[in-house]
Nanobody
Framework: QVHLKESGGGSVQAGGSLRLSCEIS????????MGWFRQALGEAREAVAA???????TYDANVQGRFIISQDNDSSTLYLQMNTLKPEDTAMYHC?????????????????RGQGTQVTVSS
């Protein structure tokens, strides 16, 4: 069973930065893809960023150029560096991993996900 635990969320002012971490355990093989999605209160899940096994990174247009996804060499920790935060970035952020053959189009449907860490950005 794969376990994911996020940390690093908090409250910041607009323009600030946060770095989210996701500790991953319980799986001994490489993940097909890893990523982050977010969900604001009363809203649908929204893809944020993903990284595939070969290293290809993808970002939602709303965070492109501000957020950076990365991972440790052994894929045991996934990160999301968030810069120039905006109030509309306020949401619960979840990390997720996928163990199937082909990466889905969004991390929101990966087969394992964490409970999330709250990010609140004030104006």
């Amino acid at each position: 069973q794969v376990h994911l635990k996020e940390s690093g969320g908090g409250s910041v002012q607009a323009g600030g930065s946060l770095r989210l971490s996701c500790e991953i355990s319980g799986y001994t093989k490489d993940f097909t893809c890893m990523g982050w999605f977010r969900q604001a209160l009363g809203e649908a899940r929204e893809a944020v960023a993903a990284i595939e096994k070969g290293g290809k990174e993808t970002y939602d247009a709303n965070v492109q150029g501000r957020f950076i996804i990365s991972q440790d060499n052994d894929s045991s920790t996934l990160y999301l560096q968030m810069n120039t935060l905006k109030p509309e970035d306020t949401a619960m952020y979840h990390c997720a991993v996928y163990t199937g053959r082909w990466c889905p189009s969004t991390p929101a449907v990966y087969n394992y996900r964490g409970q999330g860490t709250q990010v609140t950005v004030s104006s």
